[in-house]
């Protein structure tokens, strides 16, 4: 059974860093793209960028692009997606997904097949 679990989630300041953790059960992480996305009260789930299975990131959404990157360690099964210079605007439930393709899909990121239950970041002073 396919399982992903987001963690790491909390409160942070604006301007501050947090990294998030997605761990997979029940396939092998690596061979796969893995994606992130987030939504907001209110708001739809928004696409943010993918880890292709080659390494390669596809980002979804302008807002995050040079602010958040995503680094994969095989041994631990585990995608990372690293936030720096965040901002009230950041605040949402983050979540990772996986539609168990190689490679990211064009867009819009919000429509992978499997998700995580998600983690909520709240960036306020």
């Known amino acids: 059974q396919v399982y992903l679990a987001e963690s790491g989630g909390g409160l942070v300041h604006p301007g501050g860093s947090l990294r998030l953790s997605c761990a997979a059960s029940?396939?092998?992480?690596?061979?796969?793209?893995i994606g992130w996305a987030r939504q907001a009260p209110g708001k739809e789930r928004e696409g943010l960028l993918c880890l292709s299975s080659r390494g390669l990131t596809t980002y979804y959404a302008d807002s995050v692009e040079g602010r958040f990157t995503l680094s994969r360690d095989n041994a631990k099964n585990t995608v990372y997606l690293q936030m720096s210079s965040l901002k009230p605007e950041d605040t949402a439930v983050y979540y990772c997904?996986?539609?168990?393709?190689?490679?990211?899909?064009?867009?819009?990121?919000?429509?992978?097949?499997?998700w995580g239950q998600g983690t909520q970041v709240t960036v306020s002073s």
């Open positions: 997904a996986t539609d168990h393709h190689f490679d990211c899909p064009r867009g819009p990121g919000n429509d992978f097949g499997s």
């Open positions: 029940g396939f092998t992480e690596g061979h796969f793209a």
